[in-house]
């Protein structure tokens, strides 16, 4: 098959490009023609000092490289795709100490402690508070007169609540993380007018915000989820540093990718009215994964190879960064019949949105899918005639498939 002609200097990394929109016809030229593809970048154009990346674009490629983390590290580069350019190098080790950047075994055994956090028990029982937040969010919005943002008043406050109500983190500090894990990830994005440095700041702000809570645990042990987490250092927990990371990985992972999840999907259902209409009716179980794998906030992460390999009939030598774009994978339709529709009766749905499987699976799947369904639970019931009053305004990022704002009234 001939291999797909982009534009000189075409990156699937670009913000520019991405601000505007997900690549998705270039995606669907490469899986068809050459799904691993390499992309040149000019040196330290991402913060690497090299010469540019390959593109996995094909859902089954995405997966082998997540489940093969001793061919494909997390470590030696972090899976954040591309950094500013001016990044110091010492800047990206630093975030080797987050569970997202590690291998196993050091990986397996924070997994290990950390999960606990996310065990069926702990969701179920946080269900029904997140349940009575969800009415009140939604119940708050429909009290709006004219026009509001979705993102602000409705999208990002269940995942703050949720998060805060997890770890023990007092409901009148989530402001505190929303603005911190904003300014972590806007570094591309002009209008917040952040520099890396500025999200350094916040990145330490939010470190020591943790530590500091898991010092007071340590000190006075409480009957939370943090206690178990911190309070025995010798007997297979977290060090006060090891915490701070987790809560600021949360604070993004928890945090940015749902509250996107949910902007995205509202706006498919403002887009495509008879799956609303169904979603009122019915309310399909299989609908949360729906949203995520049309919405895959996530667009991108990377490994680096630790040895010469084969993938995708491309030689990938070792050192080489390969980056995992999962909306491609959500749209393959080796995967999925009819990729490019919306359905929220889609069953299977085997996406990628969560990750590729291995050792990187998210952790908080299960909560993400049950604030997804609360929240649209709500929704429908305080605003069933929700319509758009604007377009929404993407976020410009390298990796984050964000939305700013998306105008709405309660009709």
């Known amino acids: 098959m001939p291999c797909p002609a982009f534009p000189d200097g075409f990156d699937f990394t670009d913000p520019d490009l991405l601000q505007h929109r997900v690549p998705l016809p270039e995606f669907a030229e490469l899986r068809r ?34 489940t093969h983390p001793e061919i494909f590290s997390s470590y030696l580069n972090t899976a954040i795709i591309r950094f500013n350019e001016h990044i110091e190098r010492d800047a990206i080790d630093a975030q080797r100490l987050i569970l997202l950047n590690m291998d ?42 004219g026009s509001f943002d979705f993102v602000t008043e409705v999208a990002c406050e269940l995942p703050l609540q949720a ?72 007997e297979g927990n977290l060090r006060s540093d090891e915490f701070g990371f987790f809560v600021l990985m ?13 902007t995205h999907g509202m706006h ?39 040895r010469d390999t084969e993938l995708g009939g491309k030689q990938i030598k070792k050192g080489d960064r390969v980056g995992l774009f999962y909306a491609s994978a959500n749209h393959d339709p080796d995967v ?26 998210c952790l908080g799947k299960s909560l993400a899918v049950l604030e997804i369904d609360l929240i649209f639970n709500a929704i429908a019931d305080a605003m069933p005639t929700l319509k758009p009053t604007g377009d929404p305004r993407r976020l410009r990022s390298a990796w984050i498939n964000g939305v700013k704002e998306l105008q709405v009234s309660a009709g």
């Not at 604070?251 to 999840?261: C, I, K, L, S, Y």
């Open 104 to 145: 196993p075994p050091e990986h397996t055994r924070v997994r290990q402690i950390v999960q606990r956090v996310f065990t069926p028990r702990a969701i179920r029982a946080l269900e029904d508070n997140l349940r009575s937040r969800a009415l009140a969010i939604a119940a708050s919005a429909r009290a709006r007169t």
């Open 268 to 306: 498919a259902f403002l887009t495509n009215p008879e799956q609303w209409e169904l979603y009122k009716r019915e309310r399909p179980a299989t609908t949360a994964e729906e949203i995520v794998r049309w919405a895959t906030p996530v667009n991108s992460f990377q490994r680096t190879a630790t």
């Open 336 to 361: 999925f019949e009819n990729p490019d529709v919306f359905d929220i009766t889609r069953d299977p749905n085997p996406h990628l949105g969560f990750g590729g499987g291995g050792p990187h699976y």
């Open 163 to 234: 998060i805060a109500e997890l770890i023990g983190i007092p409901q009148d500090d989530r402001a505190k993380i929303f603005d911190w894990s904003n300014k972590m990830i806007s570094y591309d994005d002009p209008e917040y007018a952040i520099t890396e440095e500025v999200g350094a700041e916040s990145a330490t702000e939010l470190i020591a915000y943790a530590m500091n809570m898991a010092a007071d645990r340590k000190q006075c042990p409480a009957k939370d989820i943090v206690t178990t987490m911190v309070a025995a250092e010798d």
């Open 250 to 262: 949360l604070a993004v992972a928890g945090n940015e990718t749902t509250r996107n999840a949910i």
């Open 33 to 66: 023609a050459e799904p691993v593809r390499w992309i040149p970048q000019t040196s330290n154009l991402a913060g690497f000092q090299d010469e540019g990346y390959w593109a996995v674009t094909r859902h089954a490629d995405v997966k082998y490289v997540s």
